[in-house]
């Protein structure tokens, strides 16, 4: 692994460590942004996971941030840790690949029985014409697997994002902000370089 790339990833992970010590409520709460044609959305989802390979992610695979990574599989990712120092975020940037099915079922397995059954009952980001309808759906789906374990759905899986960028953007008085930003280049390899803040 490129040393400045193991470097960047070392102090995200010291930075979460941090983040969970200081008592932050949802530490791995992360902006994901995504786009498609002149659309760019974004929303809160929790990381799950991250290694070498990257920074993992669950959601239902036809809802609106699935419809836009299968499109344009690229996006950006942003925590916000106002716990540590005078704030500190992280941002990442990079293309976005499917998990293997093998990586999905294992994180669906471990989840609570309610979120299964949620996976299964609902249809993200699709109109929904009152909250008696997703009721009925959750009943239903809760008939069919009684008794036995929640297989996962089809529809449903997980993510990784795969940093091209990664910038460390520490806080500091008067916004005087230090920003050191992480980049591989065309030739995979990685640079530092700081940036005004």
Same mark, same amino acid.
């Given at each position: 692994?490129?040393?400045?790339?193991?470097?960047?990833?070392?102090?995200?992970g010291d930075?979460?460590?941090?983040?969970?010590?200081?008592?932050?409520?949802?530490?791995?709460?992360?902006?994901?942004?995504? #786009?498609?044609?002149?659309?760019?959305?974004?929303?809160?989802?929790?990381?799950?996971?991250?290694?070498?390979?990257?920074?993992?992610?669950?959601?239902?695979?036809? #809802?609106?941030?699935?419809?836009?990574?299968?499109?344009?599989?690229?996006?950006?990712?942003?925590?916000?840790w106002k716990?540590?120092?005078?704030?500190?975020?992280?941002?990442?940037?990079?293309?976005?690949?499917?998990?293997?099915?093998?990586? #999905?079922?294992?994180?669906?397995?471990?989840?609570?029985?309610?979120?299964?059954?949620?996976?299964?009952? #609902?249809?993200?980001?699709?109109?929904?014409?009152?909250?008696?309808?997703?009721?009925?759906?959750?009943?239903?789906?809760?008939?069919?697997?009684?008794?036995?374990?929640?297989?996962?759905?089809?529809?449903?899986?997980?993510?990784?994002?795969?940093?091209?960028?990664?910038?460390?953007?520490?806080?500091?008085?008067?916004?005087?902000?230090?920003?050191?930003?992480y980049e591989?280049?065309?030739?995979?390899?990685?640079?530092?370089?700081?940036?005004?803040?």
């Amino acid at each position: 692994m490129d040393p400045l790339y193991q470097e960047a990833l070392a102090a995200f992970g010291d930075l979460l460590r941090q983040a969970q010590a200081a008592g932050d409520p949802e530490p791995t709460a992360m902006t994901l942004a995504t #786009s498609v044609g002149d659309r760019v959305s974004a929303r809160i989802v929790l990381l799950k996971g991250h290694d070498e390979r990257g920074f993992r992610f669950h959601t239902n695979y036809e #809802s609106a941030k699935g419809d836009q990574l299968h499109a344009h599989p690229r996006a950006a990712l942003c925590f916000h840790w106002k716990t540590l120092r005078n704030g500190v975020q992280v941002r990442v940037e990079g293309r976005v690949e499917r998990l293997a099915a093998d990586e #999905s079922d294992a994180y669906f397995a471990s989840r609570p029985r309610g979120s299964q059954i949620g996976a299964w009952a #609902s249809s993200q980001s699709r109109t929904l014409a009152d909250r008696d309808e997703f009721d009925a759906r959750i009943a239903e789906v809760e008939r069919r697997f009684e008794g036995g374990p929640v297989p996962r759905p089809p529809h449903w899986g997980g993510y990784r994002v795969v940093p091209d960028r990664i910038e460390l953007w520490y806080g500091a008085d008067f916004r005087l902000h230090e920003r050191q930003c992480y980049e591989r280049g065309a030739d995979g390899r990685w640079t530092r370089r700081m940036l005004f803040p």
